[in-house]
Nanobody
Framework: QLQLVESGGGLVQPGGSLTLSCAASGFTLEYYAIGWFRQAPGKEREGVACIHGTGGGTDYADSVSGRFTISRDNVINTAYLQMNSLKPEDTAVYYC?????????WGKGTLVTVSS
């Protein structure tokens, strides 16, 4: 059964760092593009970062470029989102996502709160 499980969220002060994890099971993560999305209260879900399956190229939303880094560990089938220089506007529930054929799979999310 395909599953994505996010972890690593929490409360952090502005300027701080967090690393989110997305543990994948039921498929081989390195063969597919993995995305990180976030949804702030009262706002639509938005894409944050993506790592492509073949070659491992990455893309970032303008709002996080230069501060966030997406990566993966193929041995343990896990993707990561390293978040630095966090801002209050980064507060949201963060989700990882994979699309395989005609189906899109989401984890349940992990809450990141940036506040002093």
């Amino acid at each position: 059964q395909l599953q994505l499980v996010e972890s690593g969220g929490g409360l952090v002060q502005p300027g701080g760092s967090l690393t989110l994890s997305c543990a994948a099971s039921g498929f081989t993560l390195e063969y597919y593009a993995i995305g990180w999305f976030r949804q702030a209260p009262g706002k639509e879900r938005e894409g944050v970062a993506c790592i492509h399956g073949t070659g491992g190229g990455t893309d970032y939303a303008d709002s996080v470029s230069g501060r966030f880094t997406i990566s993966r560990d193929n041995v343990i089938n896990t993707a990561y989102l390293q978040m630095n220089s966090l801002k209050p506007e980064d507060t949201a529930v963060y989700y990882c996502n994979v699309q395989i054929l005609w189906s899109t799979y989401w984890g349940k999310g992990t809450l990141v709160t940036v506040s002093s």
